[in-house]
């Protein structure tokens, strides 16, 4: 079976598999390569040491080990791409496009620059899009390949500093973007402001979901906020949970609050039943005043 290697073409980049011809000399870990990239001629680092192929996939290619002229290549054309997106904010001002250039970026042999825009309507902005590539590929004499990103990419590219005063997950190590939802946010008791729990993408949060399972797995052992239990000190119902600690806030019937180790506490028995919760109390209480408003009712009659 032929050889392959894993190796990220961008920082933080997904992690892809590349075959690797008999006639490529021996590549170690954390070399750079040269690569066949969809069609495109790449940089890549290397970041797992070659293995054979499990199966026979149809993978693209190692074309040879990285040379300094290789790395002088890459560090013109870096050169050349900040005045195209200089000249690309140029463009979208002049003719008001509704999108925003965020980043271009030529191939190792500078034939095709991919251009990265946000956040526009794709469907709006489709024929102006088209006027734009002719005009740049006209001026600059390369193929233009525009790609559309969502807000967390933008990020990703843009690069920044995150609420916990660090380097963006995304960009430093993150590959690949987390389902982040609200729940998670609620699970670990955070405030919902989207202000709180947004980053600077104007997302949620991607480090919500990096603890979401520990917390979901330790609070399935401790009592729902609002259940009624008994304590040490008698009965209260649950006004604070903390997982971490394993521990809860009981508002006792004294008006006095507490806190209680979860193995502690236990389930009010009433007729055989456990508590029905909050919504069983309100009925309860509803359907007494009804009651006694009956009752009243008669007598003045």
């Keep these: 079976m032929p050889a392959m290697v894993s190796a990220q073409i961008e920082q933080a980049g997904r992690i892809k598999q590349f075959a690797v011809g008999d006639d490529i000399p ?12 969809e069609g495109t001629r790449e940089l890549a ?19 040879r080990k990285a040379t300094p002229w290789d790395f002088l290549q890459r560090e013109q054309l870096d050169a050349i791409q900040k005045e195209v997106l200089d000249h690309c904010h140029d463009l979208v001002r002049e003719r008001r496009l509704n ?5 271009c970026q030529y191939d190792l042999d500078g034939g095709l620059l991919t251009i990265s825009y946000a956040p526009g309507s794709r469907a709006k902005v489709h024929n102006q899009l088209r006027d734009l590539v002719r005009t ?13 990103i969502q807000d967390r990419q933008v990020a990703k590219l843009l690069d920044g500093v995150g609420k916990c005063g660090r380097q ?28 709180e729990i947004s980053g600077v993408c104007g997302r949620l949060l991607c480090c919500l979901s990096y603890e979401d399972d520990m917390y979901r797995d330790l609070t399935r052992s401790l009592p729902k906020v609002g259940a009624r239990v008994v304590t040490p000190q008698g009965e209260g119902r649950v006004r604070y949970i903390y997982p971490l600690k394993n521990t809860v806030t009981v508002s006792l019937e004294n008006d006095v609050m507490a806190d209680f180790d979860a193995d ?16 069983h109390t309100r009925r309860a209480q509803g359907a007494a005043e009804a009651a006694a408003a009956r009752k009243i009712s008669s007598c003045t009659v």
Aim: proline share 3%.
């Design 26 to 37: 021996a590549i170690g870990l954390h070399d750079y390569v040269v690569v066949d990239h």
């Design 45 to 63: 680092r290397v970041v797992r040491e070659a293995t054979k192929q499990d199966r026979d996939e149809d993978l693209d290619s190692v074309v």
């Design 99 to 103: 999108i925003k250039i965020v980043k």
């Design 136 to 148: 740049l590929a006209a001026e600059l004499g390369v193929r233009i390949d525009m790609q559309y």
């Design 168 to 195: 963006l997950c995304c960009t430093t190590w993150l590959r690949e973007f987390p389902n982040v939802k609200l729940r998670m946010a609620k699970t670990q008791q955070l405030s919902l402001n989207p202000d």
């Design 264 to 279: 502690e506490l236990m389930a009010p028995a009433r007729g055989g039943q456990a508590c029905g919760g909050c919504s």
